[in-house]
């Protein structure tokens, strides 16, 4: 079952400018991780938050995790039309072996 | 780093036939697989978990009897999609783990029934 809702479902956004986009889920987790996905086409890994971290960034993407809220946001800063996208968050709870569970993804258009 | 295979990239195929689908751990032995429905704009649904040498735990709403799930080996996974009618349609995406994080994921499968 999925965790919840990613904001917004759909972004567009000029080349150059900052994009953010939120997902909230709903039980106690382990990790939360987001992945980017092209059209059609498989998933890739972009970037991990551990529950005891509230932020970590890699290049230009920078995640906050707030578990108070049960949320995290995924900016990308300086976009480009490549990061065009959807972008999904998934959460791996605290039990044993489990599996991602992802949000309902946000679709982001960078125009050049 | 870790490579997930996943074949065909794409099938089509006439209704009430039925598909395989191969995930395949390529430089790892990946002692569980998770397989993943797609439909066209909305997010990952995880169908099932498959464990070597076990049987597969299915999701709520998945019927176990029409999508076959078969985890023989530590590298190999496969998901049959039995007597496939058009609304199986869909994007299926194994994933499988090392005991590491995170999950790798193979490529996917558009199914297409005709």
């Known amino acids: 079952s999925q965790q919840g809702e990613e904001d917004p479902q759909a972004l567009s956004i000029q080349e150059g400018e900052n994009a953010t986009m939120n997902c909230s889920y709903k039980t106690s987790i382990n990790n939360l991780q987001w992945y980017r996905q092209n059209s059609g086409r498989g998933l890739v890994h972009l970037i991990l938050i551990r529950s005891n971290e509230r932020e970590t960034h890699s290049g230009r993407l920078r995640v906050t995790l707030d578990t108070s809220k049960k949320s995290s946001s995924l900016l990308i800063t300086a976009s480009r039309a490549a990061d065009t996208a959807s972008y999904f968050c998934?959460?791996?709870?605290?039990?044993?072996?489990?599996?991602?569970?992802f949000g309902k993804g946000t679709r982001l258009s960078v125009i050049a | 780093g870790a490579v997930v295979s996943q074949h065909p990239s794409w099938v089509i195929c006439k209704s009430g036939t039925s598909v395989k689908i191969e995930c395949r751990s390529l430089?790892?032995?990946?002692?569980?697989m998770f397989w993943y429905r797609q439909f066209p704009k909305q997010s990952l649904m995880l169908m099932a978990t498959?464990?070597?040498?076990?049987?597969?735990?299915?999701e709520q709403g998945v019927e176990k009897d029409k999508f076959l799930i078969n985890h023989a080996s530590l590298t190999l996974s496969t998901l049959t999609v039995t007597s496939a009618h058009p609304e199986d349609s869909s994007f299926y995406i194994c994933s499988a783990r090392d005991g590491s994080t995170p999950l790798h994921f193979g490529n996917g499968t558009r199914l297409t029934v005709t």
């Open positions: 498959s464990n070597e040498g076990s049987k597969a735990t299915y």
């Open positions: 430089d790892f032995q990946a002692t569980t």
């Open positions: 998934a959460t791996v709870g605290n039990s044993g072996n489990t599996p991602l569970v």
